[in-house]
């Protein structure tokens, strides 16, 4: 099988206890046809560089502001780790999870040791960083075109590394998240509802967006919002918000839900809506969609440019509230043969979002970098 080494910012068991499943769950789905072995890198307060009892590794080393020196500390640590453990001789490809940080690694591996690399690109801190380090700037072109794949996790970044560097050849693909979601027509007749669904973290409310859309539903009193998300704080400015709108009981507050509960409810809802901005993909829309739900969300975050022109997908200005008031109009009207529309494009869906795609297609693509035996 294909060896893989990653590097990963974002993992479950790194210091930074994050709860992002991105990586970790690609990697377990793909993990009877690739061979994965895994740096966990961890920007913290103290330098090491160690292997753990479950055989993966773990970087660490300090982080400074505005990420200054980050690519000559990186540098030395790579050296370190090349240094103290060879596992780098037995892989054949290695996969930077993230451009901005991670993509350095991926880079030292190809001119120092001349292994291919691929990358992934995601929306909310790749984008910062390649707007905010223009000081890097070059490294950045230097890593993407030295790569030998790059996986748009976000496919609406290709866009802004090309506003961001002009045209630059490179091979690429799209890559969405592990979500769980088959895409398995549903065979029941749809009926209309008035009520609208937001789901997301409370405490970064007007982050997700819920501020323009309560707006934007102020002046709709025959519409409903219902909302999924904890914080008891952030739960009573969001009423006072409201209140002040006049629109306070057009809002019902769910609270937390196990996700299996929220999968269950998503059908009753005329759309999610959930404009919000970074959002680097949002597994929540493709539970909605795959509940034969329509999403309306952010044209610069999400899902955009995984589908375009489909009416069951309305990526519009997170800032704009009146294009958020009639976008909600129009999928309300329009709403069962939106839905019915959306039902009979579940095949491209399913090839796009489906966890038996994406395992797919980054073992085939991974699968050519093997050895020949």
């Given at each position: 099988?294909?060896?893989?080494?990653?590097?990963?910012?974002?993992?479950?068991?790194?210091?930074?206890?994050?709860?992002?499943?991105?990586?970790?769950?690609?990697?377990?789905?793909?993990?009877?046809?690739?061979?994965?072995?895994?740096?966990?890198?961890?920007?913290?307060?103290?330098?090491?560089?160690?292997?753990?009892?479950?055989?993966?590794?773990?970087?660490?080393?300090?982080?400074?502001?505005?990420?200054?020196?980050?690519?000559?500390?990186?540098?030395?640590?790579?050296?370190?780790?090349?240094?103290?453990?060879?596992?780098?001789?037995?892989?054949?490809?290695?996969?930077?999870?993230?451009?901005?940080?991670?993509?350095?690694?991926?880079?030292?591996?190809?001119?120092?040791?001349?292994?291919?690399?691929?990358?992934?690109?995601?929306?909310?801190?790749?984008?910062?960083?390649?707007?905010?380090?223009?000081?890097?700037?070059?490294?950045?072109?230097?890593?993407?075109?030295?790569?030998?794949?790059?996986?748009?996790?976000?496919?609406?970044?290709?866009?802004?590394?090309?506003?961001?560097?002009?045209?630059?050849?490179?091979?690429?693909?799209?890559?969405?998240?592990?979500?769980?979601?088959?895409?398995?027509?549903?065979?029941?007749?749809?009926?209309?509802?008035?009520?609208?669904?937001?789901?997301?973290?409370?405490?970064?409310?007007?982050?997700?967006?819920?501020?323009?859309?309560?707006?934007?539903?102020?002046?709709?009193?025959?519409?409903?919002?219902?909302?999924?998300?904890?914080?008891?704080?952030?739960?009573?400015?969001?009423?006072?918000?409201?209140?002040?709108?006049?629109?306070q009981a057009q809002?019902?507050?769910?609270?937390?839900?196990?996700?299996q509960e929220v999968?269950?409810?998503?059908?009753?809802?005329?759309?999610?809506?959930?404009?919000?901005?970074?959002?680097?993909?949002?597994?929540?829309y493709v539970e909605?969609?795959?509940?034969?739900?329509?999403?309306?969300?952010?044209?610069?975050?999400?899902?955009?440019?995984?589908?375009?022109?489909?009416?069951?997908?309305?990526?519009?200005?997170?800032?704009?509230?009146?294009?958020?008031?009639?976008?909600?109009?129009?999928?309300?009207?329009?709403?069962?043969?939106?839905?019915?529309?959306?039902?009979?494009?579940?095949?491209?869906?399913?090839?796009?979002?489906?966890?038996?795609?994406?395992?797919?297609?980054?073992?085939?693509?991974?699968?050519?970098?093997?050895?020949?035996?």
């Open positions: 099988m294909t060896k893989i080494l990653h590097f990963v910012t974002d993992y479950p068991e790194s210091l930074s206890a994050t709860t992002t499943l991105a990586v970790k769950n690609l990697l377990e789905s793909t993990s009877s046809t690739l061979t994965h072995h895994i740096v966990m890198v961890d920007r913290e307060k103290h330098f090491f560089c160690r292997q753990l009892d479950n055989g993966s590794y773990h970087l660490g080393f300090p982080r400074f502001k505005f990420g200054l020196f980050n690519t000559t500390i990186s540098f030395l640590m790579f050296l370190v780790f090349i240094k103290r453990f060879d596992i780098w001789k037995s892989v054949d490809v290695v996969h930077c999870h993230k451009l901005t940080i991670d993509g350095v690694f991926g880079l030292f591996c190809n001119l120092l040791l001349g292994l291919p690399y691929v990358i992934s690109v995601r929306g909310a801190s790749d984008e910062k960083w390649l707007r905010k380090k223009f000081y890097a700037k070059w490294i950045f072109k230097m890593i993407i075109q030295r790569s030998a794949h790059i996986f748009f996790v976000s496919a609406f970044m290709k866009n802004v590394i090309h506003e961001i560097f002009g045209h630059l050849s490179y091979r690429s693909s799209q890559l969405a998240n592990i979500s769980g979601c088959e895409f398995v027509p549903l065979q029941n007749e749809f009926s209309y509802s008035n009520k609208l669904l937001f789901i997301g973290r409370l405490t970064i409310w007007r982050l997700k967006g819920l501020d323009n859309v309560i707006k934007a539903i102020a002046d709709k009193p025959n519409l409903s919002l219902d909302i999924i998300g904890g914080g008891i704080d952030t739960i009573e400015e969001i009423k006072h918000f409201a209140a002040q709108l006049g629109c809002l019902n507050f769910i609270g937390t839900l196990p996700n999968k269950n409810r998503l059908s009753q809802y005329v759309c999610l809506v959930m404009p919000s901005y970074p959002e680097t993909f949002g597994m929540a909605a969609l795959n509940a034969n739900v329509p999403v309306l969300g952010s044209k610069r975050a999400g899902i955009t440019g995984y589908v375009d022109g489909k009416p069951y997908i309305q990526c519009i200005d997170e800032r704009d509230v009146m294009q958020i008031g009639t976008t909600i109009e129009r999928l309300y009207r329009e709403q069962i043969l939106i839905k019915e529309m959306l039902r009979n494009d579940f095949p491209i869906l399913s090839n796009l979002f489906s966890d038996v795609s994406i395992s797919n297609h980054y073992t085939n693509t991974m699968q050519a970098f093997g050895r020949a035996v």
